[in-house]
């Protein structure tokens, strides 16, 4: 949610030479349509099931994967991501997500949602994610937030 997932995912692929996958986009790939769209025409549990689905096809030995917020508060997928992965969580404060992400649109989960909500959602999350193995910095350009994933990609 706005923490800079795939552009940190992208960078550090390309630079471990390793290939990239972003869920979200695997879903839209697969379902014809972009996330927001998967929201209105179906839900939330339709785009849920499709990134459960996928999940195990993305988290192939040597890739790099951007994983959205949301999938990692299944237990079933979080045990898979936690086995299957090097975990790392890119933390940013809520103010800074706010202003990432705030005004875009094209993001279902913070349409019609006060900030107040928003923020509430994160804060519900914010456990999962702090299970990561590692946590990096991601109030930071993407640059440097990479340059800290990498350190640990390469353990």
């Known amino acids: 949610m706005g923490s800079g997932k795939t552009l940190v995912g992208a960078l550090v692929a390309e630079r471990a030479h390793a290939p990239f996958a972003d869920l979200d986009l695997m879903v839209e790939d697969k379902a014809g349509m972009p996330v927001a769209d998967i929201f209105a025409t179906h839900n939330e549990a339709a785009f849920r099931a499709l990134e459960k689905e996928l999940l195990p096809v993305a988290l192939q030995p040597g890739t790099v994967v951007a994983l ?57 999350r914010r ?29």
């Open 68 to 124: 959205g917020g949301g999938v990692v508060m299944d237990d079933d997928n979080w045990a898979l991501i936690s086995k299957r992965a090097v975990t790392v969580y890119l933390d940013a404060s809520f103010p800074t997500l706010w202003d990432r992400i705030g005004h875009l649109p094209g993001r279902p989960l913070i349409a019609r949602r006060s900030r107040e909500e928003v923020e509430a959602m994160f804060e519900s």
């Open 127 to 155: 456990p999962r994610y702090e299970q990561a193995a590692h946590r990096v910095d991601a109030g930071r350009d993407a640059s440097a937030v990479a340059a800290d994933v990498m350190k640990h990609w390469s353990d």
